[in-house]
């Protein structure tokens, strides 16, 4: 599998929605999916994401206000606060699935 390249980083999973705003889940990030299975019952739409991860998914309004919950509720199980690679993940994430949700916009995913 190849990576690529962006700004220095090695991205795994890119993310747009709206007219361009882009998040990402970076490979060292990828952990988020690991967990998100040991909370199976609690992480449907993330264990989604990961089962499409290289077929370039895409999160409709309604997941990503789902996602918000999921990324909380992950956050919550898996030591909260004290989880500093855990929170950095989430925190970055919340705004961008939230404002997805709110603005009704789909979110178009591209991994490489």
């Known amino acids: ?28 990030e990828e952990f988020l999916f690991e967990l998100a299975q040991a909370s199976e019952t609690k992480c449907p739409q993330l264990l989604r994401i990961w089962k499409s991860f290289f077929n370039d998914p895409s999160i409709s309004a309604e997941q990503a206000g789902a996602l918000v919950h999921e990324l909380i509720d992950l956050l919550a199980v898996n030591g909260g606060a004290s989880n500093k690679p855990l929170v950095n993940v989430v925190v970055r994430l919340l705004p961008f699935f939230s404002t997805a949700y709110r603005n009704q916009q789909e979110v178009r995913c591209q991994s490489d």
């Open 1 to 28: 599998m190849s990576t690529v390249r962006l700004e220095g980083t090695a991205l795994a999973f890119d993310m747009y929605r709206g007219s361009g705003e882009r998040e990402e889940i970076g490979r060292h």
